[in-house]
């Protein structure tokens, strides 16, 4: 079996999980709203441990001797009506539970609005050692200024290396 690179995982879990605003709403803007939607993640994502390993534990009866796990515990938007040019925040809460020796898991998160059944991505994926436990990932996006109104899927997806776990929610441009 051919290896397929993590990226184009994203891409098609994103595409199967989709259901969203359609391509025609877009007008001839297209080109230009399309750029402006890939640089949409701004300031600065923040990433904070919300729970330790051994809270993770007793939640999901994980055992030590088990694979590595990750877990999606939630995800919002706020708020989750917007104007073009506004600023939502996009919260992910998420576990990471390893074998007791494994001190942190590397981690890459990437975060990508559904168009017409396409997945677009936001900004540069984010790498970064995660310790166990449970962990909260906040990123601040604005809306672009040229963006038609509608209903819209937000998919964040987690990578460890192994497992892939994604998670989406919606928002909607007035």
Request: hydrophobic share 35%; aromatic share 6%; net charge positive.
């Amino acid at each position: 079996m051919k290896s397929v690179g993590w990226k184009v995982l994203v891409a098609v879990l994103a595409v199967q999980l989709a259901g969203c605003a359609s391509m025609s709403k877009l007008g001839n803007d297209f080109g230009e709203w399309m750029d402006q939607l890939q640089e949409m993640v701004v300031g600065s994502s923040t990433d904070t441990s919300s729970g330790t390993r051994d809270e993770a534990i007793k939640k999901y009866g994980y055992r030590p001797s088990q694979e590595q796990r990750i877990e999606v515990d939630g995800v919002t938007n706020t708020p989750s009506r917007v104007a073009p040019g506004d600023t939502l925040e996009s919260v992910v809460r998420y576990t990471v539970l390893a074998a007791e020796n494994v001190q942190t898991v590397r981690l890459t998160v990437t975060r990508a609005v559904i168009i017409d059944r396409e997945a677009i991505q936001l900004g540069q994926q984010r790498q970064w050692e995660s310790r166990q436990g449970s962990h909260t990932s906040s990123v601040k996006l604005t809306i672009p200024k040229n963006m038609p109104k509608g209903d819209f899927t937000l998919v964040t997806t987690i990578f460890d290396g192994k497992t892939t776990k994604t998670a989406k929610t919606t928002f909607s441009v007035i």
